[in-house]
């Protein structure tokens, strides 16, 4: 009888998106053991290395969104202890997961990005460093977490910068806001998937409109020009590239169709954990090319590797 491979299902942790990965590494879990897998579901804390020592898994599928899985740290104890595990590398992970590091390096690849800067919170919470409107964001943190949108009404910026308890880090992201369409695509086994529009119900594509079922309606395929689209398709992958991203990525881009062509796209960020939760938008892209739920998850676990 062959061995059934043993996967430690990484999720939880301690960031501020620790509720979305305890429910995108369940769904995994559950995939895994669908399809036969021995599952060790492993809801992360300091001790996460004893543990892995201790469990010596097959390979780890991580599922954690934020610090300390979406930065290289997790990936850097699986290299130490040669785990083969899914997703982007240490570099990759680290590099993406810094946003304003991140643009850098897909600016120089030709992927072009949002005009901005970046300051300390007390030198943003002064008075306006940007002409309004503009977005503020954490440098190193998802699913929109501390984000704002200063509009051209606001005559200060918010006030929740001066908060005792702030829990974005000191350094943040002030970029130019892009009006128009949200879109997102994502790489999946080395090939751009095809791109969704994303229609928040809610104010913005926040952490709400991202977990909420009936907080933003998805158009797939989204309603662009056959070139525009075919360009945003090829900056995903060209932003996968750059930033050395293996396995599953997700591009996130604004799309100002006020200007002709396609000159109007920026990409935001790239996202080296993309979310596997029902709402979540890789496995809806997946889908609609042909791939189930429990045939991406398998596919990830068996793409896990080293050096990557």
């Not at 979540?280 to 090319?289: N, Q």
């Amino acid at each position: 009888m062959t061995k059934r491979k043993h996967v430690a299902v990484l999720f939880g942790g301690w960031s501020s998106e620790r509720e979305v990965s305890l429910r995108s590494g369940k769904a995994c879990a559950d995939a895994l053991e669908r399809c036969g897998y021995q599952v060790t579901r492993i809801d992360v804390d300091r001790a996460i290395a004893t543990r892995l020592a201790e469990l010596r898994p097959d390979a780890a599928l991580v599922m954690l969104h934020g610090h300390p899985g979406e930065d290289g740290t997790i990936q850097g104890v699986l290299e130490t202890l040669a785990i083969p595990y899914s997703h982007s590398g240490v570099l990759a992970s680290a590099l993406a997961m810094n946003k304003d590091i991140a643009k850098t390096v897909m600016k120089a690849a030709g992927v072009p990005v949002p005009e901005g800067l970046t300051a300390t919170r007390a030198e943003i919470a002064k008075g306006h460093v940007m002409e309004p409107p503009y977005v503020i964001k954490p440098v190193a943190d998802g699913s929109s977490v501390g984000v704002f949108i200063i509009t051209k009404d606001h005559t200060h910026p918010p006030q929740e910068l001066f908060r005792d308890d702030w829990a974005y880090g000191e350094r943040l992201l002030v970029e130019k806001y892009v009006p128009g369409k949200e879109l997102t695509c994502a790489v999946v086994k080395g090939e751009p998937t095809d791109v969704i529009e994303i229609v928040p119900t809610v104010r913005f594509y926040d952490y709400e409109a991202k977990y909420s079922p009936g907080a933003s309606k998805h158009i797939l395929p989204a309603s662009l020009l056959p070139f525009v689209y075919q360009e945003v398709r090829r900056l995903t992958l060209a932003a996968h590239v750059a930033l050395g991203c293996r396995g599953v990525s997700r591009a996130d881009f604004r799309f100002d169709d006020r200007i002709e062509g396609a000159s109007g796209l920026v990409c935001l960020e790239v996202n080296t954990q993309p979310g596997m939760t029902e709402t979540s938008l890789v496995p809806e892209l997946a889908a609609y090319a042909g791939i189930t739920f429990d045939e991406l998850v398998q596919w990830m676990v068996e793409d896990a590797s080293l050096g990557r």
